[in-house]
Each structure stands twice: as structure tokens, then as C-alpha cells.
């Protein structure tokens, strides 16, 4: 079984960076998918990017797209989401999850996704 542990979280000012890491134990076929979501208090949890593994096809929601990357090192079996330019309304708690199944097609909605990691706070001050 696959878990997910994601680390790289915190607190920036507005326009400064952070990366996340997400370490997966456990092999993630290619055709399968990773993705970040964030959940704001209050808020849905909403995807951000993701990834299909084996092909590098990415996603981007139009929030994030020209400030966030996602990638994969498949040698460490890790996934990394690079942000810059963060805004105060990044601020938000980010999930690392993986879709073990063709049909996650790099999808940006959750119900894609069947496992997921604890989350890192990221918080973005003005």
C-alpha cells in the first residue's frame, strides 16, 4: 500500500517561494497520477497541479498557473510543487495525492484520487 508523507511548509511573505516534497512508499506505475491539492479554512478542497507519472503531462488550475510547477523524481520517489510569487490566498493546508488508476488522467478533482498524504500548512503573509 502506498503512503504519502508531504514536508517543505510554512510561512513566507508575499512574492517569496517554498517547495513542497511528497515522499510515496511504494512503486507508482506510469499512467498513474500525483497530484497537490490545498484546502483553505473554510473552503472545498481544490486541486492545484498534478502529474501523470511516466509521461510528464502536467495540469495547472488557472490560479497557479506561471507561479507553480509540479514535478517528480522518479529515482526518489518523490514529488515536488515549487511556488513562487505566493499570494496571501495561497495560504492554505496542501495534500500530496496519488490516483493508482489510468483513470485519474491527471485530474484536478479529488474524487480522482484515492490516497493522500497528512498535509503541510502553507501560510502567506501581505
Known amino acids: 500500500q502506498v503512503q504519502l508523507v508531504e514536508s517543505g511548509g510554512g510561512s513566507v511573505q508575499a512574492g517569496g517561494s517554498l517547495r513542497l516534497s511528497c515522499v510515496a512508499s511504494?512503486?507508482?506505475?506510469?499512467?498513474?497520477?500525483m497530484g497537490w491539492f490545498r484546502q483553505a479554512p473554510g473552503k472545498e478542497r481544490e486541486g492545484v497541479a498534478s502529474?501523470?507519472?511516466?509521461?510528464?503531462?502536467?495540469y495547472y488550475d488557472d490560479s497557479v498557473k506561471g507561479r507553480f510547477t509540479i514535478s517528480q523524481d522518479s529515482a526518489k520517489n518523490t514529488l515536488y510543487l515549487q511556488m513562487n510569487n505566493l499570494k496571501p490566498e495561497d495560504t492554505a493546508i496542501y495534500y500530496c495525492?496519488?490516483?493508482?488508476?489510468?483513470?485519474?488522467?491527471?485530474?484536478?478533482?479529488?474524487?480522482?484520487?484515492?490516497?493522500w498524504g497528512q498535509g503541510t500548512q502553507v501560510t502567506v503573509s501581505s
Open positions: 495525492a496519488a490516483g493508482l488508476w489510468v483513470g485519474c488522467s491527471g485530474s484536478l478533482q479529488s474524487s480522482r484520487y484515492n490516497t
Open positions: 502529474i501523470i507519472i511516466g509521461r510528464g503531462r502536467t
Open positions: 511504494g512503486y507508482i506505475y506510469s499512467n498513474y497520477c
